[in-house]
């Protein structure tokens, strides 16, 4: 029997195993499969990764979340102690990137539902990257520096 690549309805397969050593079969023994057709299929799509720095705004996405027979869907989204979303339920929340010593990471998790079924979860991380604040040095000039080296330098006038 070949395996049928879709179903138009719950189906059961039925298949027999019998083992033979050479000289005798076995009792001939049975396994039931059931494969259920889906009435639908519910997806959460949280997209994409991010790198951000701290204290900027940051916004998610789960637009590209969808239910295989469309339909309004439900965002339940999932924060970090760390992080405040502007909305657990709104379909690209916001939030300020919180303030880090060093670069970050943090997973947030969708879920969308259509009012009948769940999507799994689907997960995005946002990595935030510190930046230098400013550092006196040994003469009276200052420094402002920033993630990948970027600086600029300035002598302090008395």
């Not at 005798?24 to 889906?38: F, N, R």
């Not at 439900?74 to 339920?89: G, H, I």
């Not at 769940?118 to 920033?146: A, E, G, W």
Request: with cysteine; glycine share 4%.
């Amino acid at each position: 029997m070949q395996w049928p690549k879709s179903v138009s309805s719950d189906t059961t397969f039925t298949f027999t195993l019998v083992v033979n050593d050479g000289i005798l079969d076995s009792q001939p023994d049975q396994v039931e499969i059931s494969v259920l057709k889906p009435s639908k299929l519910i997806f959460a799509e949280s997209r994409p990764d991010q790198y951000v720095y701290e204290r900027t705004a940051v916004a998610l996405d789960g637009s590209a979340s969808y239910s295989s027979i469309g339909g309004k869907l439900t965002y339940n989204w999932t924060a970090p102690k760390e992080v405040f979303l502007s909305s657990n339920s709104d379909v690209q929340p916001t939030f300020i990137a919180p303030e880090v010593s060093s670069p970050t990471t943090y997973a947030f998790s969708l879920v969308v539902s259509d009012g009948t079924q769940i999507s799994f979860k689907d997960q995005v991380r946002v990595t935030i990257l510190d930046m230098i604040r400013v550092y006196p040095n040994i003469t009276t000039s200052y420094r402002h520096c920033f993630k990948f080296h970027i600086c600029y330098s300035r002598n302090r006038v008395n």
